[in-house]
């Protein structure tokens, strides 16, 4: 089962989070109605997933749109366990997107949107990912975290594109084979990028770029 959050051109703030082994919660905040077909907008709706052999099947597909959007998806308590998260995808304004306590059983690709001006926050927070995880922020300063014994058994691969960016990678695990990238930009402007894997048993090791300007 398949479950698509869309959004539209207002500022949208929405959390997920599962509260049953086939139920996922998602909520409205400051004033995000959720609506579903032709129900009026409600403050939170329960979607019930429809399980298979191996137990509930959860694929999660977010787009954005237009709007300076927040979308967090896990509380940090309770693991939000995806088979499957089809598309995270923001819009052309400054948005934040977060996975908090997420296990997502194939890739994942986080897009921030492409807007030079747009300044674009993404989180990824003591979760785990089967397979491959990237990250792009398109332009504007960006605000890239991923931390708290984050598990990605793929390769990583963050793209900051143009702007100032502050990258911090901390007590994370990359197990792929590829060789692991961070893209700071390839302008004059100043980056910050910290960096501490704490298991980085990848065969190709990681490569960090941050083009010109005073970088630390």
């Known amino acids: 089962t398949l479950l698509t959050l869309t959004g539209d051109a207002a500022d949208n703030d929405i959390t997920v989070t599962q509260v049953a082994n086939n139920q996922l919660k998602v909520v409205g905040n400051n004033g995000t109605l959720i609506k579903h077909g032709t129900d009026p907008g409600v403050a939170e709706l329960t979607f019930t997933f429809t399980p298979d ?23 940090g308590v309770t693991t939000v366990d995806l088979r499957k998260l089809d598309q995270f995808k923001a819009g052309a304004h400054a948005d934040t997107m977060i996975l908090n306590k997420v296990k997502v059983g194939g890739n994942v690709t986080i897009d921030a949107g492409k807007n030079f001006a747009a ?19 398109g332009g504007g300063n960006a605000n890239v975290t991923i931390n708290g014994g984050t598990n990605i058994k793929g390769n990583l691969l963050i793209d ?20 692991n990238k961070i893209n700071a930009g390839k302008d004059f402007q100043n980056d910050v990028v910290n960096v501490n894997v704490s298991n980085l048993s990848s065969a190709g090791g990681l490569k960090v770029t941050t083009g010109g300007g005073n970088d630390v």
Request: overall charge neutral; aromatic content about 4%.
């Open 160 to 179: 900051a594109g143009f702007g100032a960016h502050n990258i911090t990678v901390q007590d994370v695990t990359v197990q792929g084979s590829a060789v």
């Open 119 to 137: 300044n674009n926050t993404v989180q990824v927070l003591g979760s785990e990912i089967v397979g491959n995880l990237k990250i792009y922020t």
């Open 53 to 75: 052999a191996q137990g509930a099947v959860k694929k999660l597909k977010v787009d954005l749109k237009d709007g300076e959007n927040r979308v967090t998806i896990g509380d």
